[in-house]
Each structure stands twice: as C-alpha cells, then as structure tokens.
C-alpha cells in the first residue's frame, strides 16, 4: 500500500528521525583521594567561636522602642518632679486659699469673658489663663476672687457650667495647698485622665474575657463546692467508721467481761448442784428416818396388841 495521494501533515508523520549526534569517547577521570581529617588538623583555628549576634524580629524590634522611649520619658519625668516647686513659680502669685482652678475651658473662651461668667459669684482679683510656647490655650485657668467665702460659692455652684458650648469643670488650686501635689503632665492629677473609646474588636476581646474570667470563677466555686462536700462526705465516712469501731471495741469488752464472768458462773452452778445433792440426801435421810419411826411405830402397836 503506497502512501501516495495523503496529505503533508500525515507523511510527516512517516518521515525517519535524524542520525544521533556523534559525540566523542569519555575519558576516564583520576578520583580524588580521600583521606581523613587529620592532615588538616593545622589548618583549623584554635580561636573560640565569635559570639552569636541575637536575632530580633520586627514586633520585638518595635517593643523594645517603645520601652526605651517609655523609660526615658520616665527618667525626664523623674528630673522634673525633683526640680518642680510651685511656690517658687513667678506665674502663681496671689492667695493659694482664695484661687480656683477652672479646666474644660473651650479654647475659643477669653479671659475677660471667663472672669464676666465668675464675677457673678463675687469680686474678682485676677484671671489667668494658661498659654502653650506657641502662645495657644491649654484649656484650664486660674482665678483669684478678693474673698473666701466668694471661692466657697464658686466652687459648689460654678462646676458644670456651661461656656462657649463647654462644660467646664470647677476645683480649687491644690499645687500651692495641698502637700506633695503634682499636675497632670507629671503623672498626677485627678481622675483616670483621658481615655478613649475602646473599639468595637477591642469590646467584643474584653467582654469575652470577661466572660471566660466569669465562667472561670463559677468553675472553681463548683470545684470547691464539690471539694467541700467530698471533705464533708470523707469526713462522716471517717465518723461513721469510728463510731462502728467504737462499738466493736464495746462488743469484744462485753465478751471479754463475758468470758470472764463464765468460770464464776460454772462455779456457782457447780455449787447449786452440790447443795441440790446435799438436799436430796437430806432428803433421803428423812425418808429413812420417817420409815424407821413408822417402822417403830407398828412394832409398838403389835406389841401392846
């Protein structure tokens, strides 16, 4: 059957392969000697291994920043608290007893319109408001009123009113008054301070560890209640086994007494049986005696027949 008349892609199909490539004789290759460790002895430093720089990876990196930072901020702190001394600030003058503190205060607030607000509870000495380097308001001021009394009626009655759409929060000057007092920027302070709203991921981790610090707790009460009933259960058992003790040791003093009370009671039976003996002898005595008389008796009859 000839393959004329198909078409090309087919007869290639039926074409040979091309001759292999000619490639030459391989030649054998000298081995390489192997030999033991011991000729390179020499070769090797006796120097102790250079210590081994320790890996950290990018969280610890970021952890160990933030506590240098932290601590630093804490040795600055530590130098400003020993130099601080608010008796010899040139800012705070005036009566410490008759100035108040005022926080909360909008930074759109004047001091010509906070000292119109608190002239309504008396005369007032001084308004002083507290500016940043910058020259912007920090938010809190203090105000010297001419009396006590009028500090006392500022203090009860002026806390949460409101300024320029504020709620200002009202206390009297403790840096001046109260012994070893320090201001919020140096860790003291009253309150928990500023504290944001947690997030909704951070919500739901706290109120399931709430949760599972709840169920922990009302797992070991159950564990203790059952640890106090099995003390309490161990504790009757232990009653128990002692009263049935007790009153097998009463048992065996009964049988001992008993046992004991056993021989007197053969002797005392042996004796009743020798007094029932010696009676029934008696007895028999009688009957002879009685015998002998009737006997004597019917001889004196005959004779005086």
């Known amino acids: 059957m000839s393959a004329q008349g198909l078409p090309a892609h087919i007869l290639a199909l039926f074409t040979p392969r091309p001759p292999p490539q000619h490639l030459p004789p391989q030649v054998a290759k000298k081995g390489v000697r192997l030999v033991g460790c011991a000729d390179f002895v020499e070769y090797i430093s006796s120097e102790p291994n250079p210590e081994r720089e320790p890996w950290e990876s990018p969280l610890e990196r970021k952890a160990r920043r933030h506590a ?5 901020h804490k040795d600055t702190q530590k130098e400003t608290i020993a130099k601080y001394d608010p008796h010899k600030d040139s ?5 410490p007893f008759k100035t108040l503190f005022v926080g909360r205060i909008s930074y759109d607030t004047t001091e010509k319109k906070l000292k119109r607000e608190f002239e309504v509870f008396g005369s007032i000495n001084k308004v002083r408001m507290v500016y940043d380097t910058k020259g912007k308001p920090r938010g809190y001021a203090f105000i010297e ?3 006590e009394r009028d500090l006392k009626n500022a203090y009860k009655q002026g806390d949460g009113k409101k300024i320029d759409g504020r709620r200002v929060m009202v206390d009297v000057e403790r840096g001046r008054t109260v012994e070893g007092w320090l201001p919020r920027r140096l860790g003291g302070g009253r309150g928990p301070g500023r ?3 947690p997030s909704k991921k951070k919500q739901k981790k706290l109120a ?3 949760d599972k610090a709840i169920e922990r707790e009302k797992a070991e009460a159950r564990a203790d209640k059952k640890k106090d009933e099995k003390t309490k259960d161990d504790r009757k058992d232990d009653r128990k086994d002692k ?3 007790k ?3 009463k048992d065996k003093e009964k049988e001992k007494e008993k046992e004991k009370e056993k021989p007197k009671e053969k002797v005392k039976e042996k004796e009743k049986e020798k007094e029932k003996e010696k009676e029934k002898e008696k007895e028999k005595d009688r009957e002879k005696e009685r015998a002998k008389e009737k006997d004597r008796g019917g001889d004196k009859e005959r004779d005086r027949e």
Request: zero cysteines; proline letters at 0%; aromatic letters at 4%.
């Open 68 to 72: 240098e930072k932290l601590q630093a």
């Open 208 to 210: 399931e560890a709430t």
């Open 195 to 197: 504290q944001g709203k």
């Open 247 to 249: 009153e097998k040791a």
């Open 91 to 95: 800012n705070a003058s005036g009566d």
């Open 145 to 147: 009123f001419e009396h």
């Open 243 to 245: 009263e049935k003790e």
